[in-house]
């Protein structure tokens, strides 16, 4: 029957569509990390998403300033809004910093114009602390290609990770050999999260973060900005 038709071949198309808006960007994903990792020996970048959080994300500060480690931080809008003399301390202690998006939704579940509008919005809402060329990084490291595409017109680079920590799981792997884990690999992009609120996902944030850096430097590997790191991985 003709309806049925119609019907299977509209749903094939929403389905070609999605596949395609979705799709590509995780192969982006795919392609950035592979680079990264076959370019990326003897560089290692510590990131941070989710902050600023007056006390994670100056407990950070703090350790970083005490080891002399440059960082990345990818901000979420709302909560500079909550916090904005922490965006502050973040530049005038030398870091870097991106947006990740105003209100930190996973774009697969509010769709594409949800997700380009929070996405664009970071950049008005952290427009005293990023350039308008600052990189973005997707929340759950999820976007649509509209969103990806939109965001490089524009000049900013879309960052992922080559290494997650697991601060956000319910149990960590040990600190010590994590990091030695992370400069066996050669993968020069590690994924850490400054916002949290218990005291032992603090810890655990701060004690990867101390041997991650001890790790890098008894190997010679150079802490580096992910501009840094970009431009050496190119
Ligand atoms: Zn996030």
Known sequence: ??????????LALIGFGAAVCYGVPLAIRAAQVKRWNARG???LALTYDDGPDPTTTRAVLDLLDREQAPATFYLVGFRADQDPEV???IVSRGHELGTHTHRHKNAWRIGPLAEYKDAHRAYDSLSRWVD?????RPPFGKASLPTWLSMRLRGRPVDWWTIPAED????????????????D??????????HH???????????????LIEAARSRGIRLVTMSDLRASCR
């Open 132 to 136: 308008a060329d600052a990189p973005y």
């Open 87 to 89: 965006c502050d301390e």
């Open 168 to 183: 956000t799981k319910d149990r960590f792997p040990d600190p010590a050999e994590f990091a030695q884990r992370v400069v």
């Open 185 to 194: 690999s050669g993968g020069p992009v590690v994924l850490m999260h400054c």
């Open 1 to 10: 029957m003709l309806w049925v038709t119609v019907l299977s071949s509209l």
């Open 41 to 43: 020996a003897g560089v």
């Open 197 to 211: 609120q218990e005291p032992h996902r603090r810890a655990f944030v701060l004690s990867l973060t101390s041997a």
